[in-house]
């Protein structure tokens, strides 16, 4: 089974592969029966609760442990991504980010719970200490970078807040080889692109612009057109070229799915699929993004959900040794 790569992902690998290489938690906290433990991965499932209603679906389609984990996941990403939003000045917010590093490597307590909880899920599923700092480094590029030139360049911060998780959810997941790795690289690069196209309206207003400014200036576009939030002919044409890129890159991520353990193709082939319909909403409000936000409603969720469910049930995966898994 062979993923298509292209010539900006070749970079992309190679952090992804230099990453599995690094070593995972040391021992296992032995923590996961411990009432502290437990109310740690309650923190967690509460929080996604109320902020990720997609995530918290598609996590719900996990077996009870795998669940726990992945919510795990989304809590100590989302708990990174606040730091570099809540702490106006830079400078702070790097001393914050280094102080959440040091936290993160220390033993947790119950005073820190997303940190209890994602600790405890890093030991229990053998994921790589590189990813998490990838995934850190990815969202501090906020502090410092608020505009990118290129598809590539804007791929290597995709790869940094968003494919980065697509391989620590392998990691939860199960998967049977490392052939898995260029499929979650894709997938994460899809699921980013399209929270970009979703948010250019609410990026700007934060003085942020993840567009690649070389693709803007072949449709005739520029700055001032964002700031206008206009919406003609040639924004139309953009977005559509953006769209249809990143729907081909859920399609080329799509096969990956068979690599991964099968009591978890379920619950990510939901989660491609809910988020690949944002784009279908963007077009249903002619590419308005700047007065409207996409979102898939609670009706439509669910009309996709046993599409999703065929879909996984149709995955085999490719006979090798098992990896991954608690």
Known sequence: MDVPTQSWEYSLLARAYEALKTPASAAHLALADHATCVQAYAYCERLIRTSSRTFYLASGLLPWHKRRAMRALYAFCRATDDLIDRVPQPDDARAVLESWRLRLCATPNAYDPIALAWADTKARYCVPHGYETQLIDGIARDLYQHRYTSFAELTEYCYGVASTVGLMVMHITGYSSDAAVPYAVKLGIALQLTNILRDVGEDWQAGRLYLPLD????????????????????????????????????????????????????????????????????????????????????????????????????????VAEPRGGA
């Open 215 to 318: 693709e803007l200036a072949q449709f005739g576009l520029s700055e001032a057109d964002i700031a206008l939030g206009s919406v003609d002919t040639r924004w139309r044409a953009f977005m559509r070229f953006q769209i249809a890129r990143t729907r081909a890159l859920y399609a080329e991520a799509a096969p990956g799915i068979a690599l991964l353990d099968p009591d978890g193709r379920f619950a990510i082939t939901a989660a491609a699929s809910l988020y690949c319909a944002i784009l279908a909403d963007i077009e249903a409000h002619d590419y308005d993004v700047f007065r409207h936000r996409a979102r898939v409603g609670f009706v439509g969720k669910a009309r996709r959900l046993p599409g999703s469910w065929w879909a996984a049930r149709l995955q085999s995966a490719p």
